[in-house]
């Protein structure tokens, strides 16, 4: 399986994009030509180096202060791949968890789990991030905590119609005659059958939390505003549209090449490991 | 008048870059108004033959050879044309009738469109002739029906649907792939009693493709008995039956067990069918592999259909020694005796609550006030329909359910109420081989990781006791040992029961629970496990509770039977009295479902002239 996972395109493409942005995240120092909230007030609003008036020491141009965009953008990849990482990571295991206790066990766990899914996906996503965002103060943490807080819904629902499949076959209740207690039903025979859709929606997951992380560093909601984020430099951008588009353009390219990484990837792995894609493909 | 006429018809799959003929060399010409049944295990092509016709094959597949309809060449024709002939001339029953309706669509609408499109009555005069339809289909209440879904009827009321709705066009030849597989056995007769009366009104004829060779020698005027795409036996219904010339339709009578008499042991037929891409290396006659009577001369060359009789073919050079081939003698696999009393079941019932709406609970008892007792080495069998409560007792003795009511002693101990201590109790002495091994065999376990789960369970065991345990295990129930690393998806589904029976026996419970452990396979392999099954209860003694709606397989392996029916136990006793002298109604249509059974009428016959081998073996 790890093999034809590895031959498929789109897996191939996407790891390629992501693996450029966590290089670029954990290298950033070492990569990056300037410090990113290094301000050159004589050379602002520089364009990128090959146009007309461009400085070949600023590859990307400089912003509204004279920072040096690219070195941004690098340092930017810190915040948007820590967030993706740990933030899904976070709302995979909360999710996942309360799925397989929920879809296992069924009758009223079930249903508690699954109203208090209901009520938490009846708040806008969005708005319930800022709200988190305000009442908990700015950070990287915070920021992380908010988005698990909101997205964890996303893979308990999605979990647990899986573990219900899994949960009737009878190779279940032939682990429980076994002698199998139930957390070790779990663990040896549910687990393993959701993990290709587990490893899909966390890929997924990825890609989103990229984005929402973006909108709560648009908004100054975020991280601080000297940690360089993609979001952030959206935002300072917006006053300097007209001299300098590239400023804006940059930054939201940046947020769309992670998401579309992220989501090649996940699309790659679900068609590799999807266990019902792959019966229809070999027949 | 011929309708049919097939003459050197052949299938062939593109395999890469090879072309291997799935149907090879078949011809047969059906007459007006006769049937005939095509028999074979999956496998045989036997769906082949029906795809062929309608030139609905799978992608890669083609035909060549002569196929005339009418004596039109239905191979060649425009593909408009056969459209015209398709649904009109020719009509098709399929195999599963629930995926055979427009599930969104009610029943009217859709007979209504048929009609349509057949070009059948004005708008008006539509909904008349569809209520004559399902009258002709005895569905009671027809007009109520043509307003309902697909979901809301019955199997064999979907099934008297599509039946009508074949009908409709008052077809010259209709194709019925397997068409009560998926139904109950009651059922399962009555449609084919259906299909038999409108045929006869009709004046139609019928391709009726079955794997069931007692049915069809029931149903059909002659029979075409496949093996692996070819070929094997051709000829009128009843001489096949009491007289089979290919030593494959002898293998297949004797494989198949009978309600009626249980003395006789089973032939098991070793190994199974080639698949598409055996078929390359098999020399000369491609049953040889598995025939009880081949010679180096059948490795030679593939044999030719040769006639043995007055309308009556057959595909093999060794066909005088055909009946030659005995059952086994079943004293040699044969029970032992009785020990102790193990299980005491004491008026069981199991109710189930469901919500229905908000508020709403309503209950549901699957079973009601059960009795039994199981001895040691004893096997007793519970029979009866779909939804009758079986498979809800099964669960219950193994201790997946817990009773509402009764009780349940187990080797001495009261484990009705389903704590821990008597759950370990439970699972001790009793285990459950599973109903389909699809789902019962975890496909990310190899085989050795799935059979000695318990010991995983037990924790403390090496991989490499695992290993050995596994491959002893394999060797009792008959596998290689090198199944032991392979994956449930690399067996066949045979295989796959074999290693669900290893699983159940790690613990060396002392009872089976086994839940129709053999609906679904092939009759040969049917043969297989159920001989498995009683080899194992001679070297290893176990008790077992079969589970199943086959009489004839409670028959064989049998010495009790409980007949159930609507979660309670109508009649119990010997498997012979119950099932030769039925005192409920019940047990009587059951039995009354089981299509004729020539063999038994001969070995009946043979008894009344004082010649009884059933008699001679035990």
């Given at each position: 399986m790890l093999r034809s996972v590895f031959r498929s395109s789109r897996v191939l493409i996407g790891l390629t994009i992501v693996g450029i942005l966590v290089v670029c995240a954990i290298f950033a120092p070492l990569i990056a030509p300037h410090d990113p909230n290094e301000q050159n007030l004589v050379s602002i609003l520089l364009p990128p180096a090959w146009s007309e008036g461009?400085?070949?020491?600023?590859?990307?141009?400089?912003?509204?202060?004279?920072?040096?965009?690219?070195?941004?953008?690098?340092?930017?990849?810190?915040?948007?791949?820590?967030?993706?990482?740990?933030?899904?990571?976070?709302?995979?295991?909360?999710?996942?968890?309360?799925?397989?206790?929920?879809?296992?066990?069924?009758?009223?766990?079930?249903?508690?789990?699954?109203?208090?899914?209901?009520?938490?996906?009846?708040?806008?996503?969005?708005?319930?991030?800022?709200?988190?965002?305000?009442?908990?103060?700015?950070?990287?943490?915070?920021?992380?905590?908010?988005?698990?807080?909101?997205?964890?819904?996303?893979?308990?629902?999605?979990?647990?119609?899986?573990?219900?499949?899994?949960?009737?076959?009878?190779?279940?209740?032939?682990?429980?005659?076994?002698?199998?207690s139930h957390p070790r039903v779990i663990v040896k025979e549910i687990v393993p059958a959701t993990l290709p859709l587990l490893i899909t929606l966390l890929s997924m997951e990825m890609g989103i939390a990229v984005i929402v992380e973006a909108i709560l560093s648009f908004v100054g909601m975020s991280v601080s505003a000297n940690t360089p984020a993609w979001g952030q430099m959206v935002a300072d951008a917006r006053q300097t549209i007209y001299e300098a588009p590239w400023n804006l353009f940059l930054p939201i390219f940046a947020i769309f090449l992670?998401?579309?990484?992220?989501?090649?990837?996940?699309?790659?792995?679900?068609?590799?490991?999807?266990?019902?894609?792959?019966?229809?493909?070999?027949? | 008048?011929?309708?049919?006429?097939?003459?050197?018809?052949?299938?062939?799959?593109?395999?890469?870059?090879?072309?291997?003929?799935?149907?090879?060399?078949?011809?047969?010409?059906?007459?007006?108004?006769?049937?005939?049944?095509?028999?074979?295990?999956?496998?045989?092509?036997?769906?082949?033959?029906?795809?062929?016709?309608?030139?609905?094959?799978?992608?890669?597949?083609?035909?060549?050879?002569?196929?005339?309809?009418?004596g039109q060449d239905l191979i060649g024709m425009p593909a408009e044309q056969r459209r015209m002939l398709l649904g009109r001339d020719i009509a098709f029953v399929p195999q599963e009738p629930l995926s055979g309706l427009n599930p969104v669509l009610t029943i009217g609408a859709q007979i209504d469109?048929?009609?349509?499109?057949?070009?059948?009555?004005?708008?008006?005069?539509?909904?008349?002739?569809?209520?004559?339809?399902?009258?002709?289909?005895?569905?009671?209440?027809?007009?109520?029906?043509?307003?309902?879904?697909?979901?809301?009827?019955?199997?064999?009321?979907?099934?008297?649907?599509?039946?009508?709705?074949?009908?409709?066009?008052?077809?010259?030849?209709?194709?019925?792939?397997?068409?009560?597989?998926?139904?109950?056995?009651?059922?399962?007769?009555?449609i084919v009693e259906l299909i038999r009366d409108l045929q006869r009104s009709e004046g139609?004829?019928?391709?009726?493709?079955?794997?069931?060779?007692?049915?069809?020698?029931?149903?059909?005027?002659?029979?075409?008995?496949?093996?692996?795409?070819?070929?094997a036996e051709y000829g009128p219904a009843k001489e096949i039956f009491a007289d089979a010339a290919h030593p494959y339709t002898r293998?297949?009578?004797?494989?198949?067990?009978?309600?009626?008499?249980?003395?006789?042991?089973?032939?098991?037929?070793?190994?199974?069918?080639?698949?598409?891409?055996?078929?390359?290396?098999?020399?000369?006659?491609?049953?040889?592999?598995?025939?009880?009577?081949?010679?180096?001369a059948c490795r030679e060359k593939t044999p030719r259909a040769v006639s043995v009789g007055e309308g009556h073919d057959v595909a093999c050079i060794r066909s005088d020694l055909t009946a030659r081939i005995d059952p086994p003698?079943?004293?040699?696999?044969?029970?032992?005796?009785?020990?102790?009393?193990?299980?005491?079941?004491?008026?069981?019932?199991?109710?189930?609550?469901?919500?229905?709406?908000?508020?709403?609970?309503?209950?549901?008892?699957?079973?009601?006030?059960?009795?039994?007792?199981?001895?040691?080495?004893?096997?007793?069998?519970?029979?009866?329909?779909?939804?009758?409560?079986?498979?809800?007792?099964?669960?219950?003795?193994c201790g997946l359910e817990t009773a509402t009511e009764g009780k349940l002693v187990l080797a001495g101990r009261d484990v009705t109420g389903g704590d821990k201590v008597s759950r370990q109790?439970?699972?001790?002495?009793?285990?459950?081989?599973?109903?389909?091994?699809?789902?019962?065999?975890?496909?990310?376990?190899?085989?050795?990781?799935?059979?000695?789960?318990?010991?995983?369970?037990?924790?403390?065991?090496?991989?490499?006791?695992?290993?050995?345990?596994?491959?002893?295990?394999?060797?009792?129930?008959g596998l290689p040992s090198d199944a032991a690393l392979r994956f449930p998806s690399e067996l066949s589904g045979g295989q796959k029961q074999r290693v669900n029976i290893a699983r159940a026996l790690c613990r060396a419970p002392e009872i089976l629970v086994a839940d129709e452990i053999v609906s679904g396979l092939d009759v040969s392999v049917q043969a297989q496990l159920l001989n498995l099954l009683l080899r194992l209860r001679s070297e290893r003694s176990f008790s077992m509770v079969l589970i199943s709606h086959d009489l004839a397989v409670v028959r064989y392996l049998c010495d009790r039977v409980f007949v159930m029916h609507k979660g309670e136990f109508v009649e119990a006793g010997p498997t012979a009295d119950v099932f030769d002298h039925p005192q409920h109604p019940y047990t009587e249509s059951l039995l009354a479902a089981v299509p004729r059974d020539f063999v038994a009428d001969a070995a009946r016959r043979d008894r009344r002239n004082g010649i009884s081998p059933a008699d001679e073996i035990v």
């Open positions: 461009g400085d070949p020491s600023f590859l990307l141009g400089t912003d509204s202060l004279g920072r040096d965009v690219l070195s941004r953008l690098i340092f930017g990849a810190r915040v948007a791949m820590t967030v993706a990482v740990l933030a899904s990571l976070g709302a995979m295991i909360v999710g996942a968890v309360l799925a397989y206790i929920a879809g296992y066990f069924g009758g009223r766990i079930d249903a508690l789990i699954g109203r208090a899914v209901d009520v938490w996906m009846s708040f806008p996503p969005v708005i319930l991030s800022l709200i988190l965002m305000v009442g908990l103060g700015v950070g990287l943490r915070n920021v992380i905590f908010a988005i698990v807080a909101v997205d964890w819904t996303r893979f308990c629902r999605v979990i647990r119609s899986e573990v219900l499949v899994v949960r009737r076959k009878d190779y279940i209740a032939a682990a429980q005659l076994m002698g199998f992670a998401v579309l990484g992220f989501n090649i990837l996940g699309d790659g792995l679900r068609r590799t490991l999807d266990v019902r894609l792959i019966a229809r493909g070999r027949t | 008048m011929s309708i049919l006429a097939v003459d050197n018809l052949e299938v062939s799959a593109r395999i890469g870059t090879a072309r291997i003929p799935v149907v090879s060399g078949l011809g047969f010409t059906l007459q007006r108004g006769s049937v005939l049944g095509v028999v074979g295990e999956s496998g045989a092509g036997k769906s082949m033959i029906g795809r062929a016709i309608a030139q609905i094959l799978p992608q890669g597949f083609s035909v060549t050879g002569g196929l005339s309809f009418l469109e048929h009609l349509a499109r057949l070009g059948i009555g004005a708008k008006r005069a539509r909904r008349d002739y569809a209520l004559d339809m399902l009258n002709a289909v005895r569905l009671p209440r027809p007009a109520d029906i043509l307003g309902k879904y697909a979901h809301q009827l019955s199997g064999g009321m979907c099934q008297r649907v599509l039946i009508a709705m074949a009908f409709a066009s008052r077809p010259k030849l209709l194709i019925a792939d397997e068409p009560t597989t998926a139904l109950d056995v009651t059922t399962q007769s009555r139609t004829s019928v391709i009726f493709i079955t794997h069931d060779l007692r049915l069809a020698a029931d149903i059909s005027d002659q029979v075409l008995v496949l093996y692996a795409g070819r070929l293998c297949l009578q004797l494989s198949n067990p009978s309600v009626h008499a249980s003395r006789i042991g089973l032939y098991s037929l070793p190994d199974r069918m080639p698949g598409i891409s055996a078929l390359g290396s098999i020399a000369g006659c491609l049953f040889g592999p598995r025939c009880p009577n081949v010679i180096d003698l079943r004293q040699a696999i044969d029970k032992k005796p009785y020990g102790a009393s193990l299980l005491t079941v004491e008026s069981v019932s199991k109710t189930f609550s469901m919500t229905s709406g908000i508020f709403r609970r309503t209950n549901f008892q699957a079973v009601r006030n059960i009795n039994f007792t199981l001895q040691q080495n004893e096997f007793v069998g519970i029979v009866g329909e779909s939804g009758s409560g079986k498979s809800t007792v099964a669960r219950l003795l109790h439970q699972r001790a002495h009793i285990q459950m081989v599973f109903q389909d091994p699809q789902s019962a065999l975890n496909p990310r376990r190899s085989v050795a990781s799935i059979i000695t789960q318990a010991m995983e369970a037990a924790g403390q065991a090496t991989w490499r006791d695992r290993l050995a345990k596994a491959e002893a295990l394999l060797h009792e129930v």
